[in-house]
């Protein structure tokens, strides 16, 4: 009741409001931290504390961004490591996804493969580069290999996480009603992971990224990183800095797929932060 009076030493309890923020004012935050390095960096080379030889400024960057999209170097070069990277995800993707349905739902399948997979997990996708090229050559096969390598683990720890943390009441009460396996995880459980399979997706999609730029270090005549070796070679610090540029935006860009589909997927989650 509103005229009650709260016990002495007690404080009548404030429910805290929380002021919305619009789009505009969270982007302009977001942005806020971007442009106060690129800010840093102009003013860095400005006054000659960074020199050319060791980072080009942001106005020779410019330049040669300009040099490498009229000469056709860095669309190719793009087309070449998101086809590279795209490829890879996919793969290991679909064995993430699969290995984990396997292992989390089924006891046969978690016997069988979890302690397995987790140890093949431990090993570091760096030191499969040697061994890869010795089965499958330098060619664009062990390239892709390596990136599904990395992108598989991440993907099957997130949906056997997923898979497990449903509800077993909910699961026996859709068999009790006569419905089956596959049909069970397409409707029920797979539903219910998406949580996790949205985050494991995340996960491997910046792990990608990470897998290409070593990927594209086994002799690679192009992409990327062709160009960062042949840059390499000459010194060019401004083309060094445009590949860098373009591996980190590649994975800003795997990130911001990710919020979109946990928007579109799953409209009734709060956005990270949004109410703090």
């Known amino acids: 009741m509103s005229g009650t009076v709260p016990p002495p030493g007690l404080v009548r ?14 982007a302009t935050v977001r942005a806020a931290g971007p442009i106060a390095l690129l800010a840093l960096w102009w003013a860095a080379s400005a006054t000659g504390l960074l020199t050319p030889d060791v980072l080009a400024s942001p106005a020779e960057v410019l ?4 040099e490498l999209w009229g000469d056709g170097q860095l669309p190719d070069a793009l ?46 996708f760096l030191s499969l580069v040697p ?28 949906t056997t996480s997923g898979v497990r943390d449903t509800d077993p009441e909910l699961i026996e009460a859709m068999r009790s009603f006569g419905m089956g396996r596959l049909a069970l995880v397409r409707q029920v459980v797979l539903p219910g992971a998406l949580p996790s399979l949205l985050a494991g997706l995340r996960l491997s999609m910046t792990l990608s990224v990470i897998a290409l730029i070593a990927a594209e ?7 990327i990183g062709y160009l960062m070796s042949q840059a390499q070679s000459y ?15 590649l ?15 799953m409209p009734w989650r709060t956005p990270q932060g949004a109410t703090r």
């Open 13 to 26: 309890p404030q429910p805290r409001r929380y002021r919305a923020r619009g789009r505009t004012y969270s």
């Open 63 to 66: 330049r040669a961004v300009g």
């Open 79 to 124: 087309t070449t490591s998101l086809t590279r990277s795209g490829l890879g995800l996919l793969i290991g993707l679909a064995a993430g996804l699969t290995l984990g349905i396997t292992t989390g739902f089924t006891r046969l399948g978690d016997e069988l493969l979890d302690s397995s997979v987790q140890t093949l997990r431990t090993i570091p």
């Open 131 to 158: 061994l890869f090229m010795v089965w499958f050559g330098i060619n664009e096969t062990a390239k892709i290999l390596l990136i599904a390598v990395a992108t598989t683990f991440p993907m099957y720890v997130s």
């Open 217 to 223: 270090e086994i002799n690679a005549t192009a992409g």
């Open 235 to 249: 010194a060019r610090t401004d083309i060094l800095a445009v590949c860098i540029l373009v591996y980190g935006l």
């Open 251 to 265: 994975g800003l860009t795997a990130d911001v797929v990710v919020r979109l589909l946990e928007r579109v997927l």
